[in-house]
């Protein structure tokens, strides 16, 4: 830890400030301190942070000061937005070895006088009647200000910062040393960073767990909602280039952000659902010797905590942060909105053939102006069977458009959320990339458009034409489909479009769901 202090606070410390490099100075273990009457403001440079002391003449060495700033910030922590199995990491990372030194970050006073005037300014914002505790005192501070995220690009509140940097720096590994029954998943000793690779994983663990559920003589509605929520959990862990055994706390995460996540309000009774499935989940994990007895403990103490802190009404930071996503994504849905709805009245036809491969295997739809690009990639690979459990990538004459949270590694210019398919004209083509590896690559061409009348909108995707069944992850791409068709000739059959539109529609679903 680095501590900068100014003069008269390191003669009242009796310590003796040293030079140090000024990088470390933006490091997340390097601090600044100001006074400001009976109070003393610890602030973290990286996340700026705010730990509170009051009456700081009290301290006249350096060793009663560290006690008490380490005493406050604990009081913090439990308060803050961080699985309580953390806490204690966090602070050994900081206090581990404490230096002081007379430098100043560059943004550290700013963020300092910002706080100093709302602590005890003539205009300060504190609600003192309510004689605020000092971690109280710290919270107030920290939800006023937002300072700028270099990951993020925007205001991100004082604590999401805190949380990100925890989330990202520390984690509680289940069985630090895997055993051969681990290896038989196909995990190693570091994280999946591998997309594929973890989808692969996850599918393995899902089909394990659905036998373990019914070998237990669980009704199928129950099998069926634990199944969906320890996809859904696997999908978050992905997210965050994690799997269930990469840290066991992420659950919490993931209680305490799915109603921000999802746009939907839990009741108690969905929440206590929730909890059910994912503590059932452990007990599996447990029961594959994946988790150790202390690791379904950490697992299910963070679910208790995530629970907990979602529905708490004493902390308003949970609340501010989905209040202005929400802000954000009410806006975000009116400009596509307005978009959206000048394409409204358009109908395209299109035809997508699958590239490199004899004899033809292709679709023809009939789809309205305000596809969003997203969708219409949903429904080119449902079309054509792809299961979603690999990247794709959407080319045009002057765009490569991929998922956001999605790195196709093609240079990608722009979002696929944020274009239609009634930009496009007749003629124009486009081409859909699907699975890196296998590239399986689908040609698209507008074969016309067409303005429905004045009062009437496109209507409903509808799926007209087609050859082929379609096509098979993981089996070389289009080489692999040509042998398979020499032994099974219908794949190469004409499609049945009277049978294929209800199961195509149900198809698209699932794929967008998987992939969001």
Sequence with gaps: MIITVEKA???????NPRIINNLSLTSPEAWSVRTSGDFMIVMNNLLALPVIIRHPQRFNDSRSFITAFKQEFLRLMEQAPIPHAKIRMVRNAQFQDVRFTSQQADMAPMHLQTYQNALTGPNSTIDWDTHPSNV??????????????????????????????VMKNFSLPAHPHLNEHNRSYGYRSSSLNDVMNAVAVDERLLNDYRQYLQNRGKSDQVIDRDLDVADDYFSFCDGYEK??????????????????????RLTATQLRDKCVALRELGCFMRYQRLF?????????????????????????????????????QVQDQRDAFTVARRHSRQRYRLTVTLEDYQPAMWRQFD???????????YQILASFRANGSHLFALQDQKHNYQLPIFDSGLGAQESLLAHWLGEYQPGDELLLTYDF???????????????????????????????????IDDIGGT??????????????RPLSISGEQAAWLKRTDQLKKHYR
């Design 9 to 15: 606070v390191a003669q009242n410390l009796h310590v």
């Design 136 to 165: 109280e005192l710290a919270l107030q501070l920290a939800s006023q200000t937002g300072p700028y995220d270099p990951d993020d690009d925007n205001g991100v509140p004082v604590l999401g910062l805190l949380e990100n940097y």
């Design 243 to 264: 799997t269930i055994i990469d840290d066991l706390t992420l659950v919490y995460n993931y209680l305490i952000h799915y109603e921000e996540a999802t746009a939907t």
């Design 292 to 328: 150790s007895a202390a690791d379904f403990d950490q697992f299910v103490q963070a679910i208790s905590q995530g629970a907990n802190d979602l529905v708490t009404t004493d902390r308003d930071y949970y609340f501010q942060r989905l209040l202005r996503n929400v802000q954000n």
């Design 367 to 377: 789809l309205g102006g305000d596809t969003r690009l997203d969708s219409l990639c």
């Design 437 to 471: 590896g296998d590239s399986w690559r689908f040609k698209i061409k507008i074969d016309a458009v067409t303005a429905e009348p004045r009062l009437r909108t496109a209507g409903p995707a509808k799926l007209l034409a087609g050859s082929g069944r379609g096509i």
């Design 479 to 492: 080489t692999g489909l040509a042998e398979v068709a020499k032994d099974d000739p219908t794949v190469d």
